[in-house]
């Protein structure tokens, strides 16, 4: 521990006495510092014993002493020692009725112990404290280095929230509690949610301190209800990957600062590595999935082992994400697959499930369990985004996601990837025309075909086949547009559809004769039939 008023007056050599503020001798001290200024507060930073003889000061005056003591102590001295036999042979009563008053320490320093020594004891014991700190901090780093390697993540944390005398906690990519020490620790972590998330809106290396927020849910003598937790992010990249927590009851020591970076650096390199284990299982999973897509099941199920579960063996769901430049998508530095992509992992490892995803240029593919976490994620993720887009935000990251499209297939099996695949396509295609951020294949069959009749080549088709007609209209001839919507409307019935337009069925049956004259085409195919209702209602929705 760094010294204090108490060690030095229990110095041998020094010969110190205490003549005022005995009861707070035990305050560290930062340094010995001498000054016979009258006002040498603009020096100080705090947490000095200041050396004085009283050269330039009347220290026999009560109310200047009462001044001088009181600046001193404002500015953070811890004590004062008093030079006697120089400038006077004791301490003059004004000056020690100050310093009681004040409760400032006051030590009386012999004639023949010099300044210097008391600045070199000091020193060294400052030296030494931080020698200490540094030896025990290289001890802390060989032993969570070694439960790092035997128990992983969680002996790390075991061994860190003994070397601090607290807790630690580690949290995924997604902000949920991976791993905590002691067992009890991971109730008091679950409550910083909220700030691990705004932490990992910072970029990485990040960090933030916590004070007070109520302490674990247990009773007994290490209940702690007023912790300080320290916040880091863990990760090179710019988002980070994950999180650590140190809850003490106090600020951090030397020794405890050293055993909390050497776990940042080594569950940063375990973050590393796990992101290079991570590429090399992204390679197998694009292979899988080409078998897949490829109608070779039985293949994809030899490569991917155990390693996807029983996904492949299960009914799935297939992911098309896109993001690309003409979809809106970002063009800056960032990977616009990275929130969906952390997202439907977490929720996948959180539940236990398997997951396999696989970017593939512009677009990111993947096959998650059928009504299972990571599907719902998708879908939940999408829909805040979708939400703040709604109302003119950045979305729920840092804005590479602003143009996420995402389009999910009904549920299928191996022998149906390629098809399921197809159907995320198309229902990626329909939320790009929609304006959305996702959509279900399963939706498209149970709404409308109209809405896809919106599309610029949809419009073209529909105005070049009617044109003739609208141009006929125009002249004031006849009808022809309106009779032939009320004739589609009403199946072919004459009657019906005459009454509709109020004249007789010859004169519609005259005008049908018109349109299929100025068309070229025949009003008995049904295929013409079909067209033209399909442009009547791209035309009529404009």
């Not at 005022?20 to 705090?46: C, N, Q, T």
């Amino acid at each position: 521990m760094p010294p204090t008023l108490a060690s030095l007056v229990h110095h041998s050599a020094l010969k110190l006495t205490v003549r005022a503020g005995e009861d707070r001798l035990d305050v560290p001290v930062r340094w010995a510092h001498v000054s016979e200024l009258a006002d040498p507060v603009p020096y100080m930073e705090g947490g000095e014993l200041l050396l004085i003889t009283a050269l330039k000061l009347d220290a026999e005056d009560p109310e200047a002493m009462q001044r001088y003591v009181r600046r001193l102590a404002k500015a953070g001295v811890v004590g004062l020692g008093f030079a006697v036999g120089v400038n006077y042979e004791d301490i003059p009563k004004a000056l020690v009725d100050a310093a009681e008053e004040e409760g400032l320490p006051l030590l009386e320093v012999p004639r023949r112990t010099p300044f210097l020594a008391i600045s070199k004891a000091v020193s060294a014991a400052i030296a030494a404290d931080q020698y200490r700190a540094v030896t025990a901090g290289f001890a802390a780093q060989r032993e969570l280095t070694k439960q790092a390697l035997t128990d992983g993540p969680q002996g790390l944390l075991r061994a860190l929230a003994a070397q601090v005398d607290g807790w630690a906690a580690l949290y995924d990519a997604s902000g949920a509690v991976v791993g905590a020490a002691p067992e009890w620790a991971g109730r008091r972590a679950g409550r910083l949610t909220a700030e691990v998330e705004r932490l990992r809106e910072r970029p990485a290396p990040a960090s933030a301190v916590v004070g007070g927020g109520g302490g674990p849910e247990r009773s007994g003598p290490d209940d702690r209800h007023d912790d300080r937790v320290e916040l880091h992010s863990l990760g090179t990249g710019r988002r980070p990957r994950a999180a650590l927590a140190v809850g003490t009851a106090s600020a951090l020591g030397t020794a405890e600062r050293y055993a909390v970076h050497s776990a940042i650096a080594l569950l940063t390199l375990t973050t590393e590595r796990s992101r290079s284990l991570n590429a090399a299982q992204q390679r197998i999973g694009a292979a899988v999935l080409c078998m897949l897509l490829a109608g070779e099941p039985d293949h994809a199920r030899a490569v991917a082992g155990d390693l996807y579960g029983g996904l492949l063996d299960a009914p799935f769901r297939v992911i098309v994400a896109d993001a690309t430049p003409a979809s809106g998508g970002a063009d800056g530095g960032g990977d616009p697959f990275d929130g969906l992509t952390e997202v439907v992992e977490s929720a996948a490892a959180r539940a236990g499930e398997a997951v396999l995803v696989v970017p593939e240029g512009d677009r990111l593919v993947a096959l998650v369990a059928d009504g299972g976490a990571a599907a719902q994620a998708c879908a939940q993720y999408t829909a805040s985004l979708e939400s703040a887009r709604a109302a003119g935000g950045a979305g729920p990251e840092s804005g590479d996601e602003d143009g996420l499209v995402v389009g999910l297939s009904a549920p299928a099996g191996p022998i149906a990837a390629a098809a399921a695949y197809k159907q995320a396509e198309q229902a990626l295609s329909v939320a790009r025309r929609r304006g959305r951020v996702f959509v279900e294949h399963e939706q498209l069959a149970a709404g409308s075909v109209l809405p896809l009749l919106a599309d610029d080549a949809v419009k073209a088709f529909a105005d070049g086949l009617l044109r003739a007609l609208h141009e006929h209209d125009a002249t004031g001839r006849g009808d022809l547009v309106a009779s032939l919507r009320a004739w589609l409307s009403r199946h072919g019935q004459w009657d019906a559809a005459a009454a509709d337009l109020g004249v007789h069925r010859h004169t519609l049956r005259y005008r049908m004769r018109r349109v299929e004259e100025i068309l070229g085409r025949s009003l008995d195919d049904p295929d013409v039939r079909m067209e033209l209702w399909l442009a009547l209602k791209t035309t009529s929705a404009e």
